[in-house]
């Protein structure tokens, strides 16, 4: 049996809302609905908090195992993700669709991330912002997220 992603456009604030109304849909069927989410650090209250948000605003994911589009009046609404783009989303978010935060430092220019997902990803990261603790991945989900995808990186040192 295949596994076949989905996007589905969502109005940016409301993707949890839409997740759950989808996971109601599709309640009965070989599937589930999701918000692919990231870690970042983000400072209030005079210190770093590790927060989560949308990784795509706008946007929940279905994946559905069977070839199948399920019997829904919203179906036309899906957005096949395609096999690379699925892949890199698999493998950088993993069972629970979720990006944690890297650490890492930078060594005579050159990145090296020591801990979490963007480990062995150095040659796609195309922006840091340190100020913000984040990284601007070249990546083949653009579509979704058109200013690149962000996730979140802390640089612990650089020499």
Not at 30 to 58: C, N, Q
Not at 129 to 139: G, P, Q, S, V
Request: include cysteine; proline fraction near 4%; aromatic fraction near 10%.
């Amino acid at each position: 049996m295949s596994v076949i992603w989905y996007a589905v456009r969502c109005e940016a604030g409301n993707e949890d809302k839409t997740a759950e109304k989808w996971k109601q849909k599709l309640t009965g069927q070989d599937g589930e609905a999701f918000v692919f989410t990231y870690e970042k650090m983000k400072r209030y209250e005079g210190s770093w908090h590790l927060i989560r948000e949308p990784l795509f605003a706008g946007y929940i994911f279905l994946v559905i195992k069977d070839q199948t589009i399920p019997e829904i009046e919203d179906a036309q609404s899906l957005i096949p993700v395609g096999t690379e783009e699925t892949r890199f989303l698999e493998e950088i978010g993993g069972k629970e669709h979720h990006i944690p935060m890297s650490r890492g430092y930078i060594k005579e220019g050159q990145t090296c991330v020591t801990e979490g997902p963007l480990c062995g990803r150095e040659s796609q990261i195309r922006k840091i912002d340190r100020h913000k603790r984040l990284a601007r991945l070249e990546c083949p989900v653009d579509q979704y997220q058109r200013k690149g995808l962000w996730a979140g990186l802390e640089i612990v040192s650089k020499s």
